[in-house]
């Protein structure tokens, strides 16, 4: 019969939860410096909503749906997902979802994800695209994402990530994030950096769009 979850609160959409970037959503490191406009825009999710996991029907197909009742000042939500893992090395995914959360119509706002991802011997591309249609003016996004990983042996591993955002109130500047990872294994010992690179962040030519991230870390496994 699947499953069926009520949370008070914590909980995310059904939508979002496949909502991710392929990239990895590159543009949260930033920690709203770039804007409001550059942060992901989702279906709703908030407390008191539910959850509902479909039951195994096909094998290597997910499905999943969620439902946020109306509030005294909005309306109700509802989103879905399909995640699709039946062919070796593919993952395939469609979310979407809608942000009626605000009082009467103007707002209301529809969102859509996919994403796709193949691994084909030691190298996995992904490609995602992410978009968030509202009523209201000057508020629509599309964010476009990539990642290319590569193995080069079963200690060293590479990637190269990127994403667009296209906000449309952006004064038709987009912003740009970069990202280029690697990680080395040596017995129990894992080190892993990267490099981040956000252009125009703020969807204007203004110097506080332009920073630059490196991360190191270090982990042991006993």
Not at 21 to 41: E, F, P
Not at 179 to 187: E, L, N, Q
């Amino acid at each position: 019969m699947g499953s069926l979850t009520f949370s008070g609160e914590g909980a995310d959409s059904a939508a979002n939860a496949v909502g991710d970037t392929a990239a990895g959503n590159i543009w949260d490191l930033w920690d709203g410096r770039n804007g409001v406009n550059s942060k992901m825009k989702e279906s709703n999710a908030t407390n008191n909503m539910f959850n509902y996991t479909f039951p195994s029907m096909v094998d290597g197909l997910a499905l999943a749906a969620s439902y946020v009742p109306a509030g005294s000042n909005d309306e109700s939500d509802t989103a879905y997902s399909i995640t699709y893992t039946g062919v070796e090395g593919l993952t395939a995914s469609y979310g979407a979802g809608t942000n009626d959360s605000a009082a009467g119509t103007g707002s209301n706002a529809d969102q859509s994800t996919i994403k796709l991802s193949y691994a084909y011997g030691p190298i996995t591309v992904a490609y995602s695209d992410h978009e968030y249609d509202s009523n209201a003016a000057n508020t629509d996004q599309d964010i476009t994402s990539y990642k290319v990983s590569y193995t080069v042996s079963d200690a060293i591993s590479i990637s190269y990530a990127a994403e667009t955002v296209d906000s449309e109130n952006s004064s038709h500047i987009d912003a740009e994030y970069t990202r280029i990872s690697a990680s080395y294994t040596a017995g129990g010992m894992t080190i892993s950096g990267n490099m981040s690179e956000m252009e125009d962040g703020t969807h204007s030519t203004a110097t506080a769009g332009d920073e630059e991230y490196v991360g190191l870390g270090v982990s042991f496994a006993f």
